[in-house]
């Protein structure tokens, strides 16, 4: 669905909530998530201290990362344990206080998602400002969904008005966004990956210049064609694997790729074979950055800037799928790893 309205929800009255309803992570997965690996909870809320604030959640991010943090493996985030809520990010609103600057009917970003009540930090919150936009956009375009996008593309990539882009899992929420702002920026071509007709024709709609499904033959072949004579400057990965490889022989001399994300490994259980034609990242003098959102938090300012101007005067879109219910966040997370989403996946409570 495309967000435009605004949300509401009615503070409780009577008293306080003294339990939630959360999602524990049950066992971990082998291969691809499924229900089992997860249960819905009732775990006490504890009291509210000097400096904290209590927040009926309104949405819940499900995002690719978690996949990772399922395993017990030690990485850049810890690992989720067992038996335990699992964590995200959550917009909500602030029902009680006992913290300066945070007033009961505040809107607020925080990270205790996949529960419906959450006793938080104040320091560890971020004000929603909802005149801007909906809550929910405060998890995606206006959050850290869209400062990936913004500083992946901008700072990490490095991109330059007249740079040919090509972005994998281009109808995702950070994809989506890329290539639009590679747009507003001046790209010469942006070119876009999906995985049905309805997100390629979605990307068209959106100011891509040329989109393809990439279930319609091989990666190489699909983006050769899309890119034509010239080529790509920026790639923009959200799924690695043989898209990778595909871009790596498409892009030009002194090209550069942001590694965002692997989607198309997250499930695998055993190790992928990687892109084979690495070595002609050498003869191209290509430039292969990771990156984590986390590490590009000194844009936030210039983002949210730029970001807002750019959904006020239309030049930026997004798209939320949407799915109802704290119970079902399970199935959104599984949806979203098999790619059943439109822009962002979000859990409505």
């Known amino acids: 669905m495309n967000a435009n309205t605004a949300d509401t929800a009615a503070v409780p009255t009577g008293p306080l909530p003294t339990t939630t ?75 009680a206080s006992r913290a300066e600057g945070r007033t009961v009917g505040d809107a607020v970003v925080h990270q205790l998602g996949w529960r419906e009540y959450a006793v938080v930090d104040a320091q560890a919150t971020t004000l929603a400002s909802t005149d801007l936009a909906p809550a929910s956009a405060f998890l995606g375009a206006l959050g850290m969904t869209g400062l990936t996008a913004y500083a992946g593309l901008l700072k990490v990539a490095e991109f330059k008005p007249g740079d040919a882009v090509f972005v994998s899992g281009a109808a995702g929420a950070v994809g989506s966004l890329v290539g639009q702002i590679a747009k507003a920026q001046g790209a010469s071509r942006v070119i876009g990956s999906a995985g049905s007709p309805g997100k390629v024709a979605r990307l068209l709609e959106l100011g891509f210049d040329a989109a393809f499904n990439y279930h319609d033959g091989p990666v190489r072949d699909l983006l050769q064609e899309a890119a034509g004579e010239n080529g790509i400057d920026v790639y923009f990965d959200n799924v690695g694997g043989e898209h990778l490889e595909a871009a790596l022989s498409v892009l030009n001399v002194g090209g550069r790729v942001a590694l965002c994300g692997a989607i198309s490994q997250y499930n695998a259980t055993e190790a992928p074979a990687a892109p084979r034609n690495l070595a002609v990242a050498i003869g191209k003098q290509l430039t292969l950055r990771g990156f984590l959102v986390g590490g590009q938090r000194q844009h936030s300012a210039e983002f949210a800037q730029q970001m807002a101007a750019w959904l006020a005067d239309g030049t930026v879109r997004y798209d939320e799928t949407v799915v109802d219910g704290l119970e079902n966040a399970p199935r959104a997370f599984m949806d979203l790893l098999d790619g059943a989403n439109t822009g962002k996946m979000l859990v409505r409570m």
């Open 21 to 95: 309803r959360e999602v524990q992570l049950a066992s971990r997965p082998h291969g691809r998530p499924v229900p089992d690996n997860f249960r819905l909870a009732e775990a006490p809320l504890p009291e509210l201290q000097d400096g904290q604030v209590l927040v009926r959640n309104l949405y819940i991010s499900v995002d690719p990362y978690m996949r990772g943090r399922m395993n017990d493996v030690k990485s850049y985030s810890a690992p989720f344990a067992l038996d335990a809520a699992l964590d995200g990010g959550a917009v909500g609103e602030v029902i």
